[in-house]
């Protein structure tokens, strides 16, 4: 219902807009692309948060970002080789990335290691990627002269779907009625509002910055775990979302250094 009321919120702004560029066929292909990855990401993050730690999660959600969109945005947006700081850069997130699948699979994280938790990382492993090919595919729809209103209002049509197939459809006209309020934060807060800043970003600089800013995320995921008791503080997830972090900050200092 979330995403129902963001397609809707989004197709109403992008209709009140003037001269906006009609989307062509060429576009088509992308927007599809967009759409099939956009609800891998989501629902992966979905659930790989049901059986693994959310801090380290988030991590492997942003981890592989740098690593993928450097190679990813080459390939797609043909811009040659990436710079060797870029590369780098990549490789030693990836790297740390390795070391919280050590953390969870050694017992080391702040939630205990189950049966399905190795299919959680996987599944969060397999968002990351598509999080990174998403921020490519927006920003080639960017390059094409659409706004960012037009590529939000088209972008969930795969996620709601697939959704919609998943759910227990029986119940949805009981769970609106009770639970509006909740469905109409959690759209707003979570979605909407993060949505058009994040857009706006990758509309004014390249995927890689984006996805190196979003890297600081791991570690305020690990700070809002201190509301959970379920969840026990673990030291050595710490040391890696403030590695992953730092890495991150150095990089986006050395693009804004580079493009001074």
Known sequence: MSFALVCLTFNLLARRESGR?????SSLIAFASLNVVTAISWIGLFIGLKYAEPAIIVTFMVALGPSATVWLNALIRKQGLPPK??????ALVALIGGYMIWISASGNAGVEWGPRSSFGIFVAIVAGLSLALTNVLMKLLFDRGLSGRQV??????GTIFLLLLLVDR?????EISQRWCVIAIVALSTIIVPLLLIQEGIRRVEPMTVNLVLSAAPIISFLFQ??????VPSSYTFIGNVLITAVALCAIYAQYRRSR
């Open 226 to 231: 201190y509301c959970d008791a379920r969840i």
């Open 85 to 90: 700081s870029d590369i780098a850069v990549s």
């Open 152 to 157: 939000l209002a088209h972008r969930f049509y």
């Open 170 to 174: 029986s119940s949805i006209v009981l």
């Open 21 to 25: 560029p009609r989307i062509t066929k």
